[in-house]
């Protein structure tokens, strides 16, 4: 079993690092800056072996440099960013089955955010690096793609089985959970799901991982096609992909 370990990074991004102890190896995800990394290996005692990015925003690439620079680690990331992140190793594409810290993983490609967004799902350790994709109770902006590739890009995450593990690139969790309360506020699971949020961001403790088939019937991002919600919400129209654009955009201005 993996050892994933949550890095804060500047105000509210989360790195990983995993750690395949009967393996010995290290992996990081989306090292934004390298400094907190380097201590917490440090303080572990750990090398570095592999780098993973799941899109090219500076924010989740901008330890890469120097993280290679001391360790000579494997950089793994989306073929789709070649011309965006330098020194790749390993250039992965949707649908492509890859060892990260010793497990087999699925990589998904999710435009949307960014065209060349990918997401790592290891179904082994029930547990998914969802980037700049999918959010507790959100979805990632969308930048370089278009609103049908974003609503695309989630249906393929939220296919896969509800027992897995979500850990998502930011903590940006109770300002959804105010739009979600917002849109959907007769939801008693999300309700009870904003309670437990509050009190642990009260403690200071991360809003991650969570769980996919929770987050199916409260996350309004996963439910545009839901007609159990989008009846309840005057959206003027029947279309997932326009409703889900409409609840995009009013997020936007929220």
């Given at each position: 079993m993996l050892e994933i370990n949550i890095?804060?990074?500047?105000?509210d991004n989360y790195i990983y690092?995993?750690?395949?102890?009967?393996?010995?190896?290290?992996?990081?995800?989306?090292?934004?800056?390298?400094?907190?990394v380097i201590?917490?290996?440090?303080?572990?005692g750990w090398h570095l072996d592999e780098i993973v990015n799941t899109h090219h925003h500076h924010d989740h690439i901008g330890g890469n440099a120097e993280l290679l620079k001391i360790y000579q680690s494997k950089l793994i990331a989306p073929v789709y960013d070649k011309n965006h992140i330098s020194n790749i190793d390993i250039l992965v594409s949707d649908n492509d089955f890859i060892s990260i810290a010793g497990t087999r993983t699925k990589v998904i490609h999710t435009p949307g955010?960014?065209?060349?967004?990918?997401?790592?799902?290891?179904?082994?350790?029930?547990?998914?690096?969802?980037?700049?994709?999918?959010?507790?109770?959100?979805?990632?902006?969308?930048?370089?793609?278009?609103?049908?590739q974003m609503w695309s890009s989630l249906l393929k995450l939220r296919s896969l089985p509800n027992n897995t593990s979500v850990y998502c690139g930011h903590e940006y969790t109770s300002s959804n959970a105010k739009f979600a309360n917002h849109i959907d506020p007769n939801?008693?699971?999300l309700k009870e799901a904003i309670i437990e949020i509050k009190n642990k961001r009260k403690k200071g403790l991360p809003t991650?991982?969570?769980?996919?088939?929770?987050?199916?019937?409260?996350?309004?991002?996963?439910?545009?096609?839901?007609?159990?919600?989008?009846?309840s919400v005057d959206f003027k129209t029947s279309n997932p992909n326009e409703i889900f654009s409409t609840m995009r955009l009013q997020k936007d201005n929220f």
């Open positions: 890095i804060n990074a500047f105000s690092i995993i750690r395949n102890e009967t393996m010995k190896i290290t992996s990081v995800v989306d090292p934004g800056e390298s400094t907190p201590k917490f290996l440090k303080n572990k955010h960014t065209l060349g967004h990918v997401c790592f799902y290891m179904a082994d350790e029930k547990c998914l690096f969802s980037g700049d994709t999918m959010f507790y109770l959100g979805c990632g902006r969308v930048f370089e793609g278009t609103m049908e939801n008693q699971l991650v991982p969570f769980e996919l088939g929770k987050e199916k019937t409260i996350n309004p991002f996963l439910r545009a096609d839901d007609h159990n919600f989008t009846n």
